[in-house]
């Protein structure tokens, strides 16, 4: 590794910490930085498409998405990342595009592998005139092995990462009263870092309300 990347993966850890600290914009200049220093750093496209996504910018969160597959095409967290976004834009049909491709990768016992498929056959089921079962019958073709960061770790991370976006989101939700789609961020949010006490008691307060 050159000086260079070691450098790249520094100001990756540093914008890591600044996220989690809710410093999005310092976050993100970092991810930037790091992507200036190693372009094929695909770790960093991927953070910094879920800082965007945190802030709002949900087209230049997809450009980053597309950017770490074409940068590493075997890395998985960015077509889950993809299929979320898409889902959330209420693109079904991307979404079960991102999901397939995402099922295809992963060791056996990943969780959002088996996650990807059931995401799948949802979409087939309430939408078939938008899913062909034919795209899940063939994996991802001609990819090279990506050997850094595709470890459990590095997944933990990301999910935390984005379970903080989407308490963000469940929180602004339950400010202007819309306490179902609160509930719905918060659920999100609660599966992807179920060790957040934050976010499990905020799931409980959402759930007294609605039953007030």
Sequence with gaps: MTEMQKQARIYRIQGWDLQNQGRIEEAISCYQKAILLDPSYVVAYNDL??????????????????????TAPDYPNSYTNLALLYEEQRDYSNAALY????????????????????????????????????QIQAPIKNVTLFNEETTAEDQKQDNKSRALSYLSRAKESFSQGQYVTALKYATIAGYMDSSNSEISSFVEQVRKTLLQ
Excluded: C, H, N
């Excluded at 945190?54 to 770490?68: F, P, S, T, V």
């Excluded at 999901?99 to 078939?128: C, N």
């Design 49 to 70: 498409g879920i800082a965007f996504e945190a802030k709002g910018w949900i087209e230049r969160a997809k450009e980053m998405y597309l950017e770490a597959i074409k």
């Design 99 to 134: 999901w397939t491709k995402r099922a295809f990768l992963g060791e056996a016992t990943d969780p959002w592998k088996e996650a990807a498929m059931k995401r799948v056959e949802d979409i087939a089921s309430a939408y078939p005139q938008l899913y062909s079962k034919t």
